[in-house]
């Protein structure tokens, strides 16, 4: 297995905060990694540096072959790697269906096209796809609602279809499942389940250990911005070092 | 079924059309059916919907399109002076002069986006009222304001042998004298032409990532979309659009002046964006419609017409409501203005189109029929 996304000593302060020490992160194609830490550990710190919404103060992050430090976000998203965020960063006002035409638009016309006489009720392909993508995470009935209107939950499933629309090479979760219901997060577990037989490699955060041990090949834990462990899920479970730091306060009660 | 029908585009044009051509028909009744008044409404609302292009779709508020619409002006005022009368050469010079335009002060101002954004388009307007106004004398004639003149060379024309005859020559569209009703039924083919453009634009995928920026432009980012060529072209268009108004202002009357760049000139085109709807695409046209045409009625009125419409109450009230009244007429029919504005902001924030699509929902909804809420809006 090749190594898709390389990233290698990253550090970032903020001030005097060290969100991230020394980072050393590799994932293997088609593999689902997760990484789970604490609250404040650094988490989505670290995706933002792979995305480019935050530059690392050093440190290399290697794509495919590519280092993507100090690229610009919408390369990024050209190049392969995908984000969905945590908190919905949907278009409110536009429709659902709308919300996830536009992910696909970028992906058919590249990060600037001059189209102005085109016909969006022609564009059936694009709209055929897009139904299909909200099929996937069960939100077709709802395709002429306002995406404002919708519950957080739903939110999070439109971000996801958003995200899968692009059929990216890495795609990056952070926290899929936060504010759903048992039954939707069941339901999202086993659409990331059907994803990865398709090939596609995601970087999952999440807090929710049950979402995490279902789809985890492997883990890193992320702890006041270092890596303290890295393994299977087995290896992960037993790890002294992550018992104390995260899941022992589980195991005191 | 109407919303249905108007989704296509043939159908809105004809209407659309239909309803422009016969303006001077159905405007008769309420006093507007005088070609100098019809032009205008022609004229600002070319001016209003490239506006919206920029304002409606991305969100981003320009308080210096009055620079392209007196580029736009200075242009076709050369290009009588020194080519053709011919209004078509005019027209197509002020297009790509106020493109030109646009696009550098476009490329500057739009590396920042909300109120900065804003201000530096005020900043370049004003500079560009300054400009013209005493720097560029040479080209603009200051203060007097740029006219023809007997002595023009116009070369096409000469070359043609169009003879001099007494007096100032005429913009003429190929013979065709551009004043009176023919004047404005060459605005409203333009004005046609300029709603089917934005029409397309409006239902394309290019105007719908226009509407994604000014939802959530920093998810169009991580989304793969270079928003700043997006920002620039919809920026320069509605520069263009302003060219076209500028151009035809000077083909009804063949004389610009550094006044038609000032802020308030800008200032006017938000106006009427906001009162008929910002981001619909008849919005625009119906603030057009109801600013220039209260302004055509109010500014007209004084003292003394006051008196004559206030007669039936008794004498001392009559003075009264007249003395009151009076302040926001004539020159101060802006007081009237701001009044309207207000109100509408205030109860009707999406502008009278969305108290139009509110009583057609209310209707349709009694009816029992089918609202559709993702439609296009007109």
Known sequence: MSIILDINGVNKTFGGLHALSDIQLKVEEGTTHAIIGPNGAGKSTLLNCCIGRLIPDDGTVTFNGHNMIGMQPYDINHAGMVRVFQTPEIFPELTLLQNVMIPALAKRDGTFKFNPFRCMRKEKALHEGAMEALADVGLEKFYDQHAGSISRGDKRRLELAMGLIQNPSLLLLDEPTAGMARHDTNQTIDLLKKIKERGMTKIIIEHDMHVVFSLADRISVLAQGRIIASGTPDEIREDPKVKEAYLGEAEDE | ?378
């Open chain 2, 1 to 378: 079924m109407m919303n249905l029908s108007l989704k296509n585009n043939m159908v809105v044009m004809l209407i659309f059309s239909a309803v422009v051509l016969t303006a001077p028909l159905w405007l008769d009744p309420i006093g507007a059916n005088y070609p100098d008044l019809l032009q205008k409404f022609a004229i600002f609302g070319i001016f209003a919907i490239g506006y919206n292009i920029l304002f409606g779709l991305t969100g981003y508020l320009s308080f210096g399109h009055a620079t392209f619409l007196g580029v736009g002006s200075y242009t076709a005022v050369w290009s009588f002076k020194l080519f053709t009368m011919n209004v078509v050469p005019a027209i197509i010079f002020a297009i790509i002069i106020a493109g030109v335009f646009a696009l550098a002060i476009g490329y500057i101002s739009l590396r920042r986006s909300g109120i900065y954004f804003s201000i530096l388009t005020l900043a370049f307007a004003q500079m560009s009222y300054s400009l013209a106004y005493s720097v560029l004398t040479p080209i603009t004639n200051g203060e007097t304001g740029l006219q023809l003149s007997i002595q023009d060379p116009r070369y096409i024309d000469a070359m043609a042998g169009v003879a001099v005859k007494e007096g100032l020559p005429s913009t003429n569209l190929f013979g065709q004298l551009m004043s009176g009703y023919s004047g404005f039924y060459f605005c409203a083919v333009m004005l046609i032409i300029g709603f089917y453009v934005s029409l397309k634009i409006f239902r394309s995928p290019y105007g719908l990532k226009l509407i994604a920026i000014k939802s959530n432009q920093n998810r169009m980012n991580y989304t793969g979309f270079n928003t700043r060529p997006y920002l620039l072209s919809a920026f320069v268009i509605s520069g263009m659009y302003a060219g076209l108004a500028g151009a035809l202002m000077a083909v009804t009357d063949p004389l610009a002046g550094a006044e038609r760049m000032q802020w308030t000139a800008s200032g006017e085109v938000v106006l009427m964006t906001i009162l008929g709807g910002v981001g619909t695409l008849v919005g625009p046209l119906i603030g057009v419609g109801i600013i220039k045409y209260f302004e055509n009625i109010f500014s007209a009125m004084n003292e003394s017409v006051l008196h004559e419409i206030f007669n039936f109450l008794p004498q001392a009230m009559e003075n009264i409501v007249v003395s009151v009244t009076q302040h926001f007429v004539g020159e101060g029919w802006h007081l009237t203005l701001g009044a309207l504005f207000m109100l509408v902001v205030i109860f009707l924030p999406g502008g009278i189109m969305e108290g139009i699509t509110n009583i057609i929902r209310f209707v349709k909804k009694k009816l029992g029929m089918s609202v559709d809420e993702s439609g296009d809006t007109l």
